[in-house]
């Protein structure tokens, strides 16, 4: 069993914080004061959802309570207040990822803007004996709107497999390209479950030569570290708010030939040039895919998480991922048991550590580790088949934003050794 309380001086020495770059940002977030089992809260649960600091939640209320009305509508102040700050949010996101914001369109998350391309681009490009190129390391939310496309249009849908390092091969990928069957390639910049960072501008290059369009989903890139969608060059790139300090609401970046082509996704009000009895013209883009209203205090919210994010910088966020998961690497281990997952070091992968413990199913886990209050996720993280292929169910799973500290780690590995105590392993 791990030894996790007092040990060794040298052992002390090498779990006191090294540096704590953001020790200062924790007072930002409020749900950091809270107690819950008479323990302070060790939030390690991002890559599930990132908290909130008052900066984005201050704008929300304010925007509420005093400039509250609806987008491109109103022709008196309100509407012209609320009208400014949401496309001022949407440039400031946009500018944030290097793209144009009139092909940056808002959506309720990551998945729905899958699903935007799935339909919108889908149905009218991918066809029988066409291929949709996905990877084992996929969310559920890049497989299964590409299943339910290929059901549809009888295209298959082919998976690049994870080596054992836990990365993709791209010489697996050259020789499926080489088949010239495949129309679209679909892949995530950062895996949620073994944190893999994949080399995506390599792949869109290769995927481009070979003549297939490309998808990236950066929801759990975005979050935490410097995205340059110019340099990446997708046709189109999904991500999603709330794991980027924000509220709920997702962004699609789209390349303008395509988006121009494509069909709308979603019919409605706002989305349209001009409705006649029978047919429709439809709105400029971005707003040809935002039907309906929006979620105009979410986007307003997700531009102040994003200023404040950008006063840190991402280089130094992206830093303080690496640096916290690199620790979480050097100590998980000492819990008796343990195996981790994912690449070797932390070079390659962003802020999150998936592990099992010999003798407790990852639900149990969890669960002690609550009792400690130290939030972790447990289950297959909607990614079964990539479960599958490690040869587990489940995992648990660790992950950080800029409010966690060395301590946090130090956190976890004593509530393991507790759980271990309970399970009398
Ligand atoms: N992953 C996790 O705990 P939405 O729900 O649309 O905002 O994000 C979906 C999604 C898409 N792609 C990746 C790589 C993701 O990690 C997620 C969300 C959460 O890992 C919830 S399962």
Known sequence: MASVAGGTPKARARRAPAVQPFADVRADFPVLQRE??????????????AQKPRQVIETMERFYSYSYGTVHRGVYELGREATEQFEGARERIASF?????????????????????????????????????????????????????????????????????????????????????VKLVAVAHV??????????????????????????????????????LGAIDADFYAWTGHKALGPATGLLHGRRELLQEMRPFLGGGHMISRVE??????????WKF?????????????????????????????????????????????VEGLTLYGPDGADGRGGVVP??????????????????????RAGHHCAQPLMRCLGVGATARASFHVYNVREDVDRLVHALGAAREVFEL
């Not at 979410?298 to 994003?306: F, N």
């Open 97 to 181: 990822v290097g793209w144009d914001p009139a092909c940056s369109i808002f959506t309720r998350n990551a998945t729905e803007a899958i699903n935007l391309v799935a339909y919108a681009w889908g149905r009218d490009n991918i066809g029988a004996g066409d291929e949709v190129l996905i990877t084992e390391m996929e969310h559920h939310s890049n497989i299964v709107p590409w299943q339910l496309l290929c059901e549809e249009t009888g295209a298959r849908l082919r998976y690049l497999s994870v080596i054992d390092s836990g990365e993709l091969s791209l010489d697996e990928l050259d020789e499926v390209l080489a088949e010239g069957r």
């Open 290 to 334: 935002e039907a309906g209203t929006n979620a105009i205090a979410e986007a307003i919210g997700l531009g102040a998480a994003i200023d404040y994010l950008a006063r840190i910088g991402m280089d130094r966020v992206r830093e303080h991922e690496r640096e916290l998961a690199a620790y979480a690497l050097e100590r998980l281990p000492e």
């Open 277 to 286: 009895r029978d047919h429709s013209t439809w709105n400029e883009l971005p």
């Open 36 to 49: 819950i089992n008479g323990h302070s809260l060790v939030y390690l649960d991002s890559a599930a959802s």
């Open 355 to 376: 592990f099992t413990i010999e003798g407790m199913h990852p639900h149990d886990i969890a669960e002690l580790c609550d009792r400690e209050a130290v939030c972790v």
């Open 191 to 228: 895996s949620n479950v073994l944190g893999t960072i994949n080399p995506v501008g390599e792949i869109v290059k290769r995927a481009r030569a070979a003549g297939a369009v490309t998808l990236v989903d950066g929801a759990q890139a975005v979050p935490q570290m410097p995205v340059d």
